[in-house]
């Protein structure tokens, strides 16, 4: 986002990308996994004092135009929805982990908008009544197709003793495989603590 505002980031802003390497590690075959914090809709409007200074912050960095300036303008959800959907699909990863995604959202626009784009997915609510986000995998079916899966939800014990969801995949890899000679699965889990 911070090419998009004409900013370079500064080494406290940058991502640190985590490359794993395995026993499969060749030329022909590599996938790539995007986890991605939505912030939630729901969330920025229930506790929006919350972000109101650290987005102001963030915009003075930015130099940007004087109506995003506002934090208002910065958590209202078309923009960021716009923006987000333009995230992944410039990251173009062939596998999405979300989190904080608003259930409604996700079947009015991030489900059909990436399936378009080619993507399957899952997704679970929190199933707490209080909260309206959860978590979704997406995966691109040109390159897996899902064998198994568990939707998942669990209550840490914590202060706030928070409802929990995840989601754990079996996806088998259907691009390259007879590089292999064998048809490798992978698993991957998604939750939000």
Same mark, same amino acid.
């Given at each position: ?6 900013? =370079? ?6 991502? &640190? ?11 022909? +075959?590599?996938?790539?996994?995007? $986890?991605?914090? !939505?912030?939630?809709? #729901? ?24 109506? &995003? =300036? ?11 929805? &716009? ?15 979300? =989190?904080?995604?608003? =259930?409604?959202? +996700?079947?009015?626009?991030? $489900? ?29 079916? $040109?390159? +897996?197709?899902?064998?198994? #899966?568990?939707? !998942? ?23 390259? $495989?007879?590089? +292999?000679?064998?048809?490798? #699965? ?8």
């Amino acid at each position: 986002m911070a090419q998009r505002l004409g900013h =370079q980031d500064t080494p406290e802003m940058q991502r &640190a990308w985590k490359v794993n390497r395995t026993i499969t590690d060749s030329p022909n +075959f590599s996938f790539r996994v995007l $986890s991605y914090n !939505l912030l939630s809709h #729901h969330n920025t409007v229930k506790h929006g004092y919350l972000y109101k200074h650290s987005l102001q912050d963030l915009l003075s960095l930015f130099l940007f135009s004087l109506l &995003a =300036q506002s934090h208002w303008f910065r958590l209202d959800w078309k923009v960021r929805s &716009a923006w987000l959907l333009e995230d992944l699909k410039s990251l173009d990863n062939d596998v999405l982990c979300l =989190q904080e995604l608003d =259930q409604s959202h +996700f079947k009015t626009l991030f $489900s059909p908008t990436l399936n378009e784009l080619g993507y399957d997915s899952l997704y679970i609510k929190k199933f707490d009544d209080k909260n309206k986000d959860g978590c979704a995998i997406f995966w691109k079916r $040109s390159l +897996f197709t899902l064998v198994d #899966h568990r939707l !998942l939800q669990y209550k840490i014990l914590t202060r706030t003793d928070e409802d929990n969801t995840g989601i754990v995949v079996i996806l088998k890899l259907i691009k390259n $495989s007879k590089h +292999f000679g064998i048809e490798p #699965h992978f698993c991957i889990a998604n939750t939000h603590l």
